[in-house]
Structure formats: structure tokens, C-alpha cells
Nanobody, 121 residues
Framework: QVQLVESGGGLVQAGDSLTLSCAAS????????MGWYRQAPGKQRELVAS???????NYLDSVKGRFTISRDNAKNTVYLQMNSLKPEDTAVYYC???????????????WGQGTRVTVSS
């Protein structure tokens, strides 16, 4: 199995910064995609940012220029640097990993337990 451990959430004021991290461990051969999603109360979960093993990044329009996703492939860890936080960024942030457990096996996706980010105005 694969385990994801997230950290870095908290309560901050508008304009502050936070960095989330998510470390994947367990039976991992390769990780294709690492990403961050968020879900605000009463809303659907949405993709915030993702990054492929080749380095391609994808961002939600509302966070472009403020958030930066990065990954350390040696540590199977993905980061989300969040700057200029706004109250509308308040949500539970979830890490998702798409990986293979063997060289010829299928890809699986795994989710972290979520970390709460609250931005006060």
C-alpha cells in the first residue's frame, strides 16, 4: 500500500504565506503525478495544482501567480507554496498521488487525509 502524510496547514491572516507538504511512502515504483486539491465547505473538491514527473505544472486560475507546486522526487514529496493567501483560499487541502507500485503494473491514485487551511480577513 501507499501512505500519504500531509502537513503545513493552519490559521493565517490574509496576505500571509503557508507551505504544505505531502510525503508518499510504501510500495512505490514510480510517481507520475502529484497534486493538491481543496474542498471548501459546501463546495466540490477542485484541483489546485498538479505536477508531472517530467516537471509540467498545472494550476487553478485563481491561484496562478500566488501558489507554486514543486516536488522532490528523491523523497517522493510534493510541496505547495501558497503566498498572498485570501479568505477564499480557506479549505481542506488534499494531496493526491498517481503512481505505479511495480514497473509493469497499473497506475493507482491515493489521497492524503487532508490538512485544513483557514485564512482570516
Amino acid at each position: 500500500q501507499v501512505q500519504l502524510v500531509e502537513s503545513g496547514g493552519g490559521l493565517v491572516q490574509a496576505g500571509d504565506s503557508l507551505t504544505l507538504s505531502c510525503a508518499a511512502s510504501g510500495s512505490i515504483f514510480s510517481i507520475a503525478i502529484m497534486g493538491w486539491y481543496r474542498q471548501a465547505p459546501g463546495k466540490q473538491r477542485e484541483l489546485v495544482a498538479s505536477m508531472t514527473s517530467g516537471g509540467s505544472r498545472n494550476y487553478l486560475d485563481s491561484v496562478k501567480g500566488r501558489f507554486t507546486i514543486s516536488r522532490d522526487n528523491a523523497k517522493n514529496t510534493v510541496y505547495l507554496q501558497m503566498n498572498s493567501l485570501k479568505p477564499e483560499d480557506t479549505a481542506v487541502y488534499y494531496c493526491k498521488v498517481v503512481c505505479r507500485r511495480t514497473s509493469l503494473g497499473p497506475e493507482y491514485q491515493y489521497w492524503g487525509q487532508g490538512t485544513r487551511v483557514t485564512v482570516s480577513s
